[in-house]
């Protein structure tokens, strides 16, 4: 499994930004998949984003249509971080956001064996 630590979390006002970041820890970075979870009081958990080793030197991304266009994942390998840029924000965005790392890369998170404890994102309207 990957140890991981999210981070970047806190308070912004509507249409403001906010990038996450989560660094891993205990296998090789650049095969594994990664991604971005959140989940708000009272609801299920919702994907986000995911990038994954496509081979060589390619990743690819998938993005939740509720994201896309407002939220980047990236990933640097040198340094076993993976980020997420949030752009845009708005006050339904607030929730707590995890990172998540496995063998493969899925928008159920179940293919996700090892998650972040969470970084709390509030968005003020």
């Known amino acids: 499994q990957v140890q991981l630590v999210e981070s970047g979390g806190g308070l912004v006002q509507a249409g403001g930004s906010l990038r996450l970041s989560c660094a891993a820890s205990?296998?090789?970075?650049?095969?594994?998949?990664m991604g971005w979870f959140r989940q708000a009081p009272g609801k299920e958990r919702e994907f986000l984003a995911t990038?994954?080793?496509?081979?060589?030197?390619?990743?690819?991304?998938y993005y939740a249509d509720s994201v896309k266009g407002r939220f980047t994942i990236s990933r640097d390998n040198a340094k076993n971080m993976v980020y997420l840029q949030m752009d845009r924000l708005k006050p339904e965005d607030t929730a707590t956001y995890y990172c998540?790392?496995?063998?493969?890369?899925?928008?159920?998170?179940?293919?996700?064996?090892?998650w972040g404890q969470g970084t709390q994102v509030t968005v003020s309207s």
């Open positions: 990038t994954s080793w496509g081979g060589g030197s390619t990743y690819y991304a």
């Open positions: 998540a790392a496995g063998p493969r890369a899925d928008n159920k998170g179940s293919n996700f064996d090892s």
């Open positions: 205990g296998r090789t970075f650049r095969s594994i998949a």
